[in-house]
């Protein structure tokens, strides 16, 4: 911001996949220190453990296990952790977040098969159904629930019907759904839901978790092949004493917290979801006004991040993305693999009058 008094810029709209517009509170909760041996920071982790495991419906059945690091870190440490080494994974892929799952386990050496939809289809159960019946070697299944590189969701409940009814065990990337989507861990039998700090639960980037069912944890130790990102381990350390086993991101931590009183004051999941919604609809309709076009038909479309269609010449990502810039609005590229396209979010901190504000600044861009 060039002005000087900040105070009166307006403030910078997060219209991205994260790091996201934060609130004040969840900031002004950073401004303390903490030793990590505090009895307050130990009570603070633990506080996060259980309120995570109760969004994501595994309370009393499964375990928050907390890692300093970005998203991709908790789904390497699950991936890495929960499947035993010699297992073999089929992979649900319809975006870069499942392909990257596919390159995770080919680091770490653990057998997988890969299954691909277009980036524009839903996981199709029925195929799904078809491939476990067919491959009994397969043990564990991974899925995206919103695949953020378009913003599709994918259908939990039917996958995880499918994957319960064969017996398998089900990993669920909810990066970008968690906090804002239902997810039932323990009814639907998941193993474990992957997901950080920064997204829909409205905190600052540094804390990927891993909501593990925590019978199968108990029977994961020895299976990482990395130190850092072992579940069991810090999982066993969190019990045994509260702690982190490396330096936490202490800050991290206590706008994590802050950002939960948030969440449970804006009433749940279920509010949550229901404002992005709003916004997502908004945003679409006042898109579609200005002449952009959707990539997703809107019956799997999540309310999360949009992908427009890129309108061609004269229209310029470049030049669009740099005028929003200079009005305080951060939008994001396409990340499909085919079709030309920019990407614009409705999650985080933001309401109504955002949105409204983004959608005026797009019509003056044009
Ligand atoms: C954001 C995201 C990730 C992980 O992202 P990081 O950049 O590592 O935080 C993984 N999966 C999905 C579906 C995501 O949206």
Known sequence: MKTSNPAAAPRTLLLTPGPLTTSDATRAAMERDWGSRDAAFVALSDRLRRRLAAIAGGAGTHEAVLLAGSGTAAVEAALGSLIPRDGRTLLLVNGAYGRRMAEILRRLGRDHVVREWPEDEAVDPGELDAILADDPTVGDVALVHCETTSGLLNPLEAVASVVRRHGRRLLLDAMSSFGALR?????????????????????????????ADSAHLATCAGQASSLSLDLFDQAAAFRADGQWRFTPPVQVAAALDAALDQLDAEGGVAARGARYRRLHARLVEGMAALGFETYLTPALQAPIIVTFRDPGPPFSFERFHAALQADGIVIYPGKLTRAPSFRIGCIGALDEADIERALAAIARTL
């Open 183 to 211: 997810i039932d861990a323990a009814r639907l039998g998941l193993v474990a839901v992957m997901a950080s700090s920064n997204k829909c639960l409205e905190g600052v980037p540094g804390i990927g978790f891993v909501v």
